[in-house]
């Protein structure tokens, strides 16, 4: 009962704290600039790109997609950073250094990224409403609610396996660079999938926010939570996977880096 | 900043431009920016145009190599000064007797000369993954062109490093600022798009007039009047931002003296 109370209080602190930690630099102007006006500028310039591209009528088409595409913000910066940075500020010893269950240390890291990237892309629906015209009269909200949770849950598991990979590398914001703009090719947000080669197909329903876009479009026309239940499933497998992925590859970089001694090296 | 300092230094501007580049070539960071996010956008826009026909391919092509430029300027020349501060040799720098203004224009072309290679990647992307026979229709004006927008770029990006110095409240907003560039200067689709009260602001940025004079003569949409105009107005925006700049880095230079805080943040 003891170790459950204390795994209890280890996630809520390590949440709380890797949350405050991580804008300790980051102050509510800096806040509002990079997750408020950047995905709202970045959602503007895809949504004039795509309906240029193509027609006004599939303006809901990338509307919804860049608008679930904020969940990345979270997703891969703000977990990588939660992780890796505790190399760069050279707490990563101190952690290694507790009997803490990593899992529980691992959870409580992504918790409130969940919840600031699932806010995120509420602001971007809220935005693609007020100002790009979205119709959400045939939608079913709470329906639209829980894709938005469960896509940001899968993006924050790849944002863990993302935070692990900056324990090994000081190239950090390259691979989340690269890797939250290849989404944005290869999660259909700006493409329809079908419009893909075959391989990109098969590279993007390996990836979180695939299935959690396609779900949201269908709810936004107006299908019911049962006919997307298959694809939200899906999505949510896909971010366990990634979550597994990220907690064993932790368990390995602990494990070699002790023997190695090569905890905080660059 | 004036065209004296320029003429009298042109050698201290290359040497710090070719340690710049060379420098950066190992930065993650720098490389993703000017080389891999201008190709991922011009992979998206060959994708997303590829009903507009051959024709668009060049417009994705320079649209996508100007938002290369764009992102290098506000995120590497932007720091330029800083970078040296987070180094340690912002002192150096400000006490040899070479103007400070010449090594950051040194810095400046570098970052907006490499920043020219995504669009070089970007040709190969379109014409040998996408097989769009590729033809820049007015070499002859869009030669010009690039020269006069590496030089517009240039010169934009030496008012916005002293003010990200000066003002760290206006460097926070760094991160919003890169997409609305991008939307107001029409570089992957025309700003008729846009609201109508948005256009004069799309008038008074120079990536504007570069993305005129560089679209227009590049797919042969334009002019020569209407192509003489945009480098006209690169030229008066050059000026300009010049005059700026040189205010603004005896200011900036006067200000840390003074206060002491040349160093700090």
């Known amino acids: 009962m003891k170790t459950i109370s204390n795994n209890i209080r280890l996630f809520w602190q390590g949440a709380i704290l890797s949350y405050v930690a991580l804008f300790h630099w980051m102050r509510p102007i800096q806040y509002t600039a990079s997750k408020i006006l950047m995905p709202l500028a970045q959602m503007f310039f895809f949504v004039y790109l795509g309906t240029y591209a193509t027609s006004a009528d599939n303006r809901a088409f990338y509307i919804v997609g860049n608008a679930l595409q904020i969940a990345a913000v979270s997703g891969i910066y703000g977990m990588s950073m939660s992780i890796g940075g505790d190399r760069d500020s050279g707490t990563l010893g101190y952690i290694f250094g507790t009997p803490a269950n990593r899992l529980v240390v691992f959870m409580g890291r992504s918790f409130m990224n969940i919840l600031d990237g699932a806010l995120g892309v509420v602001i971007a629906f809220i935005w693609g409403v007020l100002l790009m015209g979205l119709d959400l009269s045939h939608t079913n909200i709470p329906a639209l609610a829980l894709v938005i949770l469960i896509t940001t849950i899968s993006t924050c598991g790849l944002g863990l396996l993302m935070g692990c990979l900056a324990l090994i590398t000081v190239n950090v914001m390259f691979i989340n660079n690269f890797v939250y703009f290849v989404l944005l090719i290869f999660s259909g947000a700006n493409i329809p999938l079908a419009d893909l080669p075959k391989w990109i197909q098969a590279i993007s329903f390996g990836l979180p926010l695939t299935r959690g876009i396609t779900a949201a479009r269908s709810i936004v026309s107006g299908a019911s939570l049962s006919e997307i239940a298959p694809l939200l499933w899906g999505e949510l497998t896909v971010g366990l996977i990634y979550f597994v992925l990220g907690y064993l590859l932790f368990a390995v970089f602990e494990v070699t880096a002790k023997r190695r001694g090569t905890l905080e090296v660059f | 900043m004036n065209i004296q300092l320029i003429r009298k230094y042109w050698r201290t501007i290359l040497i710090v431009a070719e340690m710049n580049i060379r420098q950066q070539m190992t930065d993650g960071f720098v490389l993703f920016t000017v080389l891999f996010q201008p190709i991922i956008i011009a992979l998206l826009g060959l994708w997303m145009l590829k009903d507009k026909g051959p024709d668009a391919a ?42 400070f203004e010449v090594i950051v224009f040194g810095k400046n072309l570098a970052n907006v000369t490499q920043s020219l290679l995504s669009m070089v990647l970007g040709y190969f992307v379109a014409a040998f993954a996408f097989g769009y026979p590729m033809e820049i229709q007015q070499p002859w004006l869009f030669i010009p062109s690039v020269i006069l927008a590496v030089i517009a770029f240039i010169s934009f990006g030496l008012i916005i490093a002293p003010i990200f110095v000066m003002n760290p409240g206006v460097r926070a907003w760094q991160n919003a600022m890169e997409f609305p560039i991008y939307v107001m200067c029409g570089f992957l689709f025309p700003i008729a798009l846009l609201p109508g009260w948005t256009n004069p602001i799309s008038y008074l940025l120079p990536p504007y007039w570069a993305a005129v004079a560089l679209h227009g003569t590049s797919n042969g949409g334009a002019s020569l009047n209407e192509t ?38």
């Open chain 2, 228 to 265: 003489l105009f945009a480098w006209g107005m690169m030229l008066l925006f050059s000026l300009i931002d010049l005059l700026i700049a040189s205010r603004l880095f005896a200011h900036m230079l006067y200000k840390a003296r003074a206060d002491a805080t040349l160093g700090m943040e």
């Open chain 2, 58 to 99: 060049i417009f994705v092509v320079v649209g996508s190599g100007l938002t290369g430029l764009w992102s290098s300027l506000l995120f590497i020349s932007g720091n330029s000064i800083n970078f040296e501060r987070w180094t340690g040799t912002l002192e150096s720098l400000v006490a040899i007797p070479t103007p």
